[in-house]
Structure formats: structure tokens, C-alpha cells
């Protein structure tokens, strides 16, 4: 079994940062940070692999996010630097047992947090 807990989110002005957490009660292959505004679809915002060598970004936040995991901790972590507007969104911590398929496809996450907020005015 694997819980995650998310938290961090916010309110915050264009350009500015957050830093989101999500403790997780056991480690999995494949972890990942995914989205999702109103009336849109989920979406994968970054993934880490087991031992953290290997993430993988959506190209609408390479450069500005950065996903981590401690170890120590049981935490994974995801820097939102330069918010946009766009970026407005309930964000979720997933996890997959095994790889499978893309990294992005959310149907094929194990498991999931119930997600923390995020809100970026301009």
C-alpha cells in the first residue's frame, strides 16, 4: 500500500515561487507531479524515477520546475519557480508500481493524493 499526502500550495503573484511536498508512506518506481484546471485534463507536470538519477519534465515547465525526493524524509518535492497564470491548477503526487507506458499517461498511476492548490494571479 502506498498513501500520499500533498501540501504547499497556495495563492501567489506571477513570478513568484512555491515549493510543493508530498510525503509518501513508500516509494515506488515511478513518481510524478500531475495537474488539473477546470474543464481541462489531467496533465503530467514531472516525473522521478527510483534513486532519482532520471525526471523528466512537460515542456511547459522545463526550466522553471524542478521534482527532488528525500530519502530521509519519505518526501517528494516539487519547485515551482517564474509562476504564470497559466500554471493555475489542483496539483496531485501520484505513484506506479511498475513502469508502464508514458511517464505523462495518468491512467496508469497506481495511486494518488488528494491533491493541494495552486493559484497563480497575474
Known amino acids: 500500500q502506498v498513501q500520499l499526502v500533498e501540501s504547499g500550495g497556495g495563492s501567489v503573484q506571477a513570478g513568484g515561487s512555491l515549493r510543493l511536498s508530498c510525503a509518501v508512506s513508500?516509494?515506488?518506481?515511478?513518481m510524478a507531479w500531475f495537474r488539473q484546471a477546470p474543464g481541462k485534463e489531467r496533465e503530467g507536470v514531472a516525473t522521478i524515477y527510483t534513486g532519482g538519477s532520471t525526471t523528466y519534465y512537460a515542456d511547459s515547465v522545463k526550466g522553471r520546475f524542478t521534482i527532488s525526493q528525500d530519502n530521509a524524509k519519505n518526501s517528494l518535492y516539487l519547485q515551482m519557480n517564474s509562476l504564470k497564470p497559466e500554471d493555475t491548477a489542483m496539483y496531485y503526487c501520484?505513484?506506479?508500481?511498475?513502469?508502464?507506458?508514458?511517464?505523462?499517461?495518468?491512467?496508469?498511476?497506481?495511486?494518488w493524493g488528494q491533491g493541494t492548490q495552486v493559484t497563480v494571479s497575474s
Open positions: 501520484a505513484a506506479q508500481v511498475f513502469a508502464i507506458g508514458p511517464w505523462s499517461a495518468a491512467e496508469k498511476y497506481n495511486y
Open positions: 513508500r516509494y515506488t518506481v515511478r
